[in-house]
């Protein structure tokens, strides 16, 4: 079926040009949906380099599999049933790896990765903006893979227990009941915020206050200013590394010794945000001068106060996707 050129054709068209062969209209088709299909798989998987491959095979299976499609149904719904099960098979084959993993009571794995806010939809919904957060992300990665699977489909994008159990081969009771179990899992982790922190900034013109003051308390190597900026509780840590920091004594201890030995100068930060939470791009001094991409540290507010830092050492490859560039000059 050809397309027409000079009006946008609806999805009905370009369907029928795509299963009849035409990948421009598979694409166009798809294109819309490639976001909130990243985002999914991101929740699930807990990486963005895994969410990338995982969108790319999500794509690959629904070309090939769209001549099974049926008309009647939501393609949006389709999709997303595709990058599930595409997501399940990654973590069982991820599970089949030998991984050192931190102790028990983190259990984070070193997949863990920050997810760009440039690669979110800007119309995403609160509610949604809230589970790409890490103190929701990173509690999913805690669940065993049905679980984890269960409680996005129901608790984010709001499927039946039906569809669910539809998707998944099971029943609705056994859907039921792993939702229970992921809600429970991940109402303790919140309430012990063992991992890092809900972002509730008391404002948008406070948390940029804040972080303005962080970046300038850095760069003048000024550690007690830093740690007037963070909550009483504030929690640090460092996936995968077994390293949890609890209150100001602590984290400011750290900072004094272990980021570039204490030499704060020799690492510049640039705000961005990942998450949809404030981030800072943390850039390293080599031994030419030059500040190299380093890592990246995202923070979680506590009203006017950082309750959360969780940090992501040698992440440099993530800085394109932050839309920075890997040398400061």
């Not at 794509?59 to 099960?85: C, D, K």
């Not at 008391?202 to 972080?211: H, K, T």
């Amino acid at each position: 079926m050809a397309i027409d050129a000079k009006r946008p054709p609806d999805q009905a068209t370009l369907l029928a040009a795509a299963q009849n062969g035409d990948e421009r209209a598979f694409e166009r088709l798809l294109e819309p949906h490639r976001r909130a299909l990243r985002v999914h798989c991101y929740r699930l998987l807990g990486s963005l380099h895994d969410a990338e491959d995982a969108l790319q095979e999500t794509s690959l299976r629904a070309w090939r599999g769209l001549g099974r499609f049926e008309t009647s149904g939501p393609l949006r719904a389709w999709l997303y049933r595709i990058a599930t099960n595409v997501c399940l098979t990654a973590l069982d084959r991820r599970s089949r790896i030998p991984e050192a993993l931190a102790p028990e009571e983190l259990e984070v794995a070193s997949y863990l990765q920050p997810y760009p806010d440039r690669l979110l939809d800007p119309g995403l919904a609160v509610e949604e903006r809230e589970s790409v957060g890490l103190a929701f992300v990173s509690v999913v990665q805690l669940l065993p893979p049905r679980q984890r699977a269960v409680l996005v489909l129901r608790e984010v994008l709001d499927w039946s227990a039906a569809e669910v159990a539809d998707l998944l081969g099971d029943s609705v009771a056994s859907v039921n009941s792993a939702l229970q179990r992921a809600r429970e899992k991940l109402e303790r982790e919140r309430s012990a915020g063992r991992l890092a922190r809900e972002h509730a900034p008391a404002s948008a013109e406070s948390e940029a206050r804040v972080m303005q003051s962080f970046v300038a308390a850095w760069e003048a190597v000024d550690v007690d200013a830093l740690v007037g900026l963070l909550a009483d509780d504030a929690v640090m840590t460092m996936p995968p590394e077994p390293l949890r920091l609890v209150g100001t004594n602590a984290i400011g201890e750290f900072l004094r010794t272990v980021p570039a030995g204490g030499a704060l100068e020799r690492i510049r930060l640039v705000q961005t945000r990942a998450n949809g939470q404030p981030a800072l791009a943390a850039y390293l001094e080599d031994d030419t001068g030059a500040f190299s991409a380093y890592g990246v540290l995202v923070l979680a507010f506590e009203g006017d106060a950082v309750g959360s830092i969780t940090g992501f050492a040698g992440y440099s490859e993530l800085f394109p996707a932050l839309g920075l560039p890997l040398v400061l000059h």
